[in-house]
């Protein structure tokens, strides 16, 4: 047999060349909107796969396989012969040269350059917070985290013979991650208990809900805060308002009215900053949280090639306040800024970004979520569940993740399973 013929690529090098650097929901939008279009495409990101970030507490919390949240980014281009895929890490980028510059020193050279790096966990300068505290904003995070609880439960177990072992979950942040964690990690508790015959005595294992704010989900109507509230205490979560963390420590957490508690756990879901990121270091002046400031058009200020979107950005909203750094704005800002460079391409005039309210939802627990819809009105239960799992259907990229998902989330419904819950030994050094 004749070996198989080497495959063609199609020559692109004559085509404007966009990078993106960013494989979330920003970067991800952005690409598609450049896809089969007159230009050359490079995404460049530290990982080869995009993550559904609102399905991360899933993952950690033994509901969902990492597989079921992520997606290779080059399946997602598949069909697109003018965009590529570069696995690395951006260093800097070199705005008068037109270049960015990867770790290792090699270099990408852009015609425009579309900064779509995401957002990290704030810790609001806590001792401890970034060292011992768990965040959940990437897949390692989710993975990290789900070892954490499942061993501190087995550690649990294999000492019941010598005494009864107390163990105190502590979440931080009382909005939709904050919330959706306290909430899965309550069924995730009683599950293994019941399935696994786990020798834990249930009425000492606390879930410990933390905020300052004075109730859950600010952004929600307070109708909505009052019942996310009620259906976690009874699931028997406990929720303290107003309360201040001062320190972290390996297994302790310190409050600023002096209590130091135990823990097996604290999971960070407090806020998010680009501090830290290159998107902070784009400007000597960066924008709230650490945000690249830009244009109407997500330009750079002062920039003609250089554009920002997602959470990296502060996209304007009106004259005094920015978009909030949710998965819509990243899906909408992505697809805008794309059409924006086309035109900058074609020498017409560039358009505003106008950002669509498209509702805000969290889930509680199984079959309890709320929904506002952008209207205002709420609705909740399982209504509101319902509607939490199409949205979150349809936007998970991939049949076969849709598919994998909604098989998981349908048996569950009905008769909790057992699920992927393992403890993976390499998850603590995964990036």
Known sequence: MSPDPAPEFPDFSHLPHVVVIGGGFAGIATARGLANKNVRVTIVDKHNFHTFLPLLYQVATAMLEPAEVAYPIRTIFGKAKNVGFRHATVREVDHVRS????????????????????????????PGASQYAMPLYSLADARRLRNRLLSSLEEADAAADEAPVSLNFVIVGGGPTGVETSGALSELIRTVIKRDGLRIDPSRVRVLLVDMAPRLLTPFPEKASKYAQKELERMGVEIEFGRSVVEVEERAIRFADGERLKVAAVIWAAGVTASGTLAHDLQASPGPGGRVRVTPDLRLLESSNVWAVGDAAAVPLDDKTFCPQLAPVAMQSGRHCAQQILLVLEGAPTKPFKYRNKGIMATIGRHAAVAQLPGGSVIKGTSGWLAWLGLHLWYLIGFRNRLRVMINWTWRYFDWPSGPRLIVADAETAE
Do not use: K, R
């Not at 510059?101 to 609001?124: K, N, R």
């Open 99 to 126: 270049v960015v510059i990867l770790e290792g020193g090699s270099e990408i050279a852009f015609d425009h350059l579309v900064v779509a790096t995401g957002a990290t966990a704030s810790y609001f300068g806590i």
